[in-house]
């Protein structure tokens, strides 16, 4: 009873004008109510009278004992509240009524022992106020109190503390009407005080909070982008700038800003000059609408297409017929439109759908079944907090329900991680059921080959694939159908080859009823003197592709003729049997006698373990013991270039949003953030680019390395990526979070904290990290990408190749179908944006759960997005 009353003393100490009603007989009632009122002055007044039945014993006891649960369990609190009340006694306020240093406070205190030894009586803090929108999800529980506490200040007085509340209820008066938050070391957080505009930063009060903001109704720091220092007037006026700003009338103006004029101003006219040309373009007459019908005639033709076994008398069974496109309702998780490869790609997509699907599920299920239908698992982390007050509830509240409900979270991480590893053994054997039985299902040319390497070199004037024809004819026992020898070209001559045989197809391949331009005079010539459309024009010629184009480039007989001459056979080729059984034959026969000897060598045999439009012919002039060498020499080149990404690009711009909260809390604008959004899209294409290009320059014998290759870079690029774009989201949450002097629960600092785990563990700072990853993640990362990307390479390009074509007289034919021709191949890119996003969705499951549901509704929407858009992408827009 001594530990209940001194608790009693201290909160009425520490709230002199709150009200309280004591349930005890009716003299003890008058005789607090009078002595208290003397001690506290006209100000504090208890209530006349009891509202407690003298008969109901039980009821005094229960209120009594209630009040001692809250009292007791909160002994740092009122700790600090005493100590507060201490701190308070030079108050002029406290001063005048009576508290003063050796005063009455342990006469009062051994009062209200002797009144609650006969009374038991319970000291009630009643509010004025009702509190406005609460609901389950809108409540903050104090330190000491649960959801069903209804203890708020009834009156606030000028610099007298008061407990953290929320903006609708709070009362401070009209000469004292901002919210000061109390900023003591070792005590306990929280408190607040009602000071006048000038009392901001003084009485006990945050310090650095100097500026009053009447539009918050509280003091809060000054806020001014690249400030260091403010000064310490009550404005938002800076006295020191941070590197990189000059001061300048109290503000910091950025030392690079003509850097970035400079670059705004070329963007801008940039900017301009595509907008001026497309508009130009789009409003053109219409001159060539054949070219324009030729080249959609070609793109249709180039893609996947459908074949049915022929109809025709006396045909050969097995010949299959072309007849036309595939249905956009073909179901591409049966039909292996493109082979294995795309049938099990779009499996792939499938089986994220359904996994995503089944954790939205499955947490939903397990959050309701934990805590009820209005779980605050799904709010952990989404509540939003204006005011220090606010935000001081908030972190309590936050802090209390993440570890009340840990429970839920480990457990379903547990049930999900087994799940999932069950669920992928399942699926790799469903994927390897599939290529098993269509590998035994589909007859290819890959079985009908072999590869052949450790042939002798040999010059381009020898008949090199006909005498390995008849050798290996005449030693297999076999009928050998052809034989394809991989040439080295690479120092023959400057000619390209596969140039110049789609120069040959142009001119022998014109379709009846097709023109064909091939003279640079018959193309109409365009007079115009406007130099705006010079340049357009200009511009154009590098685009577009016009009769002429290729008159510099054509070669003659003679030039061919030698060109084939100087390469060499690089010692591998492709011999393709008759049968698969000769082919297997041979094999095993090779395999018996360690190959055949040939032209001083020893040849070896193995079937072909791919396709004909897989091999990359022109790359076998790369050995293959060079292989590991070259892509260890493309890993670094990738390294530099990320680096350099890093330091040019990535760095400064996070830096620049940096400033923001380095400086006292402000956050960039909505224009910077999608900017900086923008550039990490931007990021990850170079880093799609790049690692394209080095895997090209590897020089691997077969388009499946390479494309593995190419999605190992890409991955591990966008992952280094995703790291640094996670680190400084961290740090610059930390950064806000110790410029704005928030502490975790316990009433430390942030950036007292020691190390790196306490910080992370922090509720303030997983929530701000969720909140910015949460925005990084959906849309930004798995849904505008994907939406960009339909739009910005395929859209926008066949709408300009078109209203090109429409334009310009004398596109036709072969140029118009190269002019039209834009293809987005169907590659292993997308493996790495989808495990991308993979890791996005696990990463959240280390921050608040409120992110969980909707990062995993995001994915799972978002996946579906990504399905409908390859399933039309590779029915009309991958050629064959």
Not at 417 to 428: G, T
Not at 430 to 449: K, W
Not at 725 to 750: H, P, Q
Request: aromatic share 10%.
């Amino acid at each position: 009873d001594e530990q209940h009353h001194k608790n009693n003393i201290r909160y009425r100490t520490a709230h002199p004008r709150a009200s309280m009603s004591c349930r005890a007989a009716p003299w003890v009632s008058l005789t607090v109510t009078l002595l208290w009122g003397s001690a506290q002055g006209s100000d504090l007044r208890l209530a006349k009278e009891t509202k407690c039945d003298p008969s109901s014993v039980s009821t005094c006891q229960e209120d009594h004992a209630l009040m001692q649960i809250w009292s007791m369990g909160n002994d740092n609190m009122t700790e600090n509240v005493f100590t507060e009340a201490v701190e308070l006694q030079d108050n002029d306020e406290v001063r005048r009524s009576g508290f003063t240093e050796g005063g009455d406070l342990s006469g009062l205190s051994a009062l209200v022992r002797t009144v609650v030894g006969l009374g038991k009586p319970k000291w009630r803090v009643k509010s004025r106020s009702s509190v406005k929108g609460r609901g389950k999800h809108d409540h903050f529980a104090h330190h000491g109190e649960d959801e069903n506490d209804t203890a708020h200040i009834l009156n606030v007085s000028c610099g007298s503390p008061v407990r953290a509340i929320d903006t609708a209820d709070k009362d401070c008066p009209r000469q004292c009407p901002y919210l000061a938050e109390r900023h003591k070391p070792g005590l306990d957080p929280c408190w607040f005080k009602c000071v006048a505009a000038n009392d901001c930063g003084k009485l006990g009060t945050d310090r650095e909070a100097r500026v009053p903001d009447s539009n918050m109704g509280s003091c809060r720091r000054c806020l001014i982008p690249g400030c260091a220092q403010c000064s310490p007037g009550g404005a938002d006026v800076c006295s020191v700038c941070s590197p990189g700003y000059s001061l300048a009338d109290g503000r910091c103006i950025s030392t690079g800003r003509i850097n970035w004029a400079i670059v705004m101003v070329l963007s801008g006219v940039l900017v301009i000059f595509i907008v001026v040309w497309l508009i130009d373009l789009f409003c053109r007459p219409t001159v060539n609408s054949v070219g324009v019908d030729e080249g959609n005639d070609y793109r249709l033709r180039a893609i996947l297409r459908q074949e049915r076994p022929a109809v025709i008398e006396h045909a050969d069974e097995s010949r299959a017929v072309v007849v036309g496109p595939y249905p956009l309702t073909t179901n591409l998780l049966r039909k292996a439109i493109a082979g294995r490869g795309t049938l099990l790609f779009f499996n792939f997509q499938m089986a994220l759908i359904i996994w995503s699907l089944l954790l939205l599920v499955g947490w939903y299920w397990a959050a309701v079944r934990a805590d009820g239908w209005t779980t605050d698992l799904f709010m952990l982390g989404l509540k939003k907090a204006d005011m220090p007050q606010e935000y001081c509830n908030l972190i309590h509240w936050g802090y209390k329900k993440q570890h009340e409900l840990l429970w839920v979270k480990w457990s379903f991480c547990f049930v999900a991680y087994a799940v999932s590893f069950i669920l992928a053994l399942l699926y790799s054997r469903i994927q390897a059921s599939i290529y098993e039985r269509l590998d035994a299902d589909t007859t290819t040319m890959m079985d009908y080959a072999v590869h052949v390497w450790d042939l002798p070199k040999e010059s381009g004037l020898d008949k090199v694939e006909d005498e390995l024809q008849t050798f290996l004819g005449m030693r297999c026992c076999e009928n050998v159908v052809g034989v394809s020898v991989c040439w080295d070209t690479s120092s023959a001559s400057k000619i390209d080859f596969i140039d110049e045989a789609d120069n040959i197809g142009r001119r022998i391949s014109v379709l009846p009823g097709r023109r064909s331009v091939d003279s640079q005079d018959e193309l109409p010539q365009e007079s115009t003197k406007n130099p705006i459309r010079k340049v357009f024009n200009w511009v154009e010629s590098f685009i577009c592709s016009q009769p002429g184009d290729d008159e510099g480039n054509s070669r003659t007989r003679v030039d061919i003729t030698q060109a084939l001459s100087d390469a060499t056979s690089t010692g591998h080729a492709f011999v393709v049997f008759e049968t698969e059984a000769a082919r297997n034959r041979a094999v095993g026969l090779a395999e018996c006698t360690n190959g055949f000897a040939y032209k001083g060598g020893q040849m070896q045999l193995e079937a072909a373990s791919c396709e004909p439009t897989s091999v990359l012919w022109q790359n076998f002039c790369v050995d293959s013991a060079q292989l590991p060498t070259r892509m260890l020499t493309a890993a670094f080149m990738l390294l530099g270039l990320l680096i350099v990404w890093v330091f040019a690009f990535f760095l400064p711009a996070a830096l620049y949003v940096a400033q923001y909260t380095e400086t006292r809390g402000e956050r960039p604008d909505m224009v910077y953030g999608y900017l900086f959004m923008l550039l990490v899209i931007l990021g990850n294409q170079i880093m799609y680019t790049a690692s394209d290009l080095l895997a090209s320059n590897i020089g691997f014998h077969q388009e499946d390395a390479r494309q593995s290759a190419y999605v190992i870079m890409y991955v591990s690029a966008c992952t280094v990526n995703v790291v640094l774009d996670f680190v400084c989201l961290a740090r610059t949450s930390y950064r806000e979070m110790v410029n704005l002097g928030i502490r975790t629960d316990s009433g430390t600092e942030i950036r007292l904290l020691e190390n790196w785990n306490e910080i992370f563990e922090a509720y303030a700072m997983q929530r701000d990290i969720g909140l910015r990853l949460y925005a990084y993640a959906w849309p930004s990362t798995f849904l505008i990408p994907f939406v960009l990307e339909g739009v910005l390479t395929n859209l926008v390009p066949y709408l300009f190749q078109r209203n090109l074509v429409r334009s310009k007289p004398g596109i036709v034919g072969h140029y118009a179908e190269k002019t039209m021709v834009h293809f987005a191949p169907m590659d292993l890119s997308r493996y790495g944006d989808v495990v991308l996003n993979v890791m996005l969705t696990v990463m959240i499951f280390f921050l608040p759960t409120g992110f969980l549901y909707q990062v995993l509704m995001g994915m799972f929407m978002s996946h579906i997005y990504i399905y409908i858009y390859d399933h039309w992408r590779g029915l009309r827009l991958v050629p064959a």
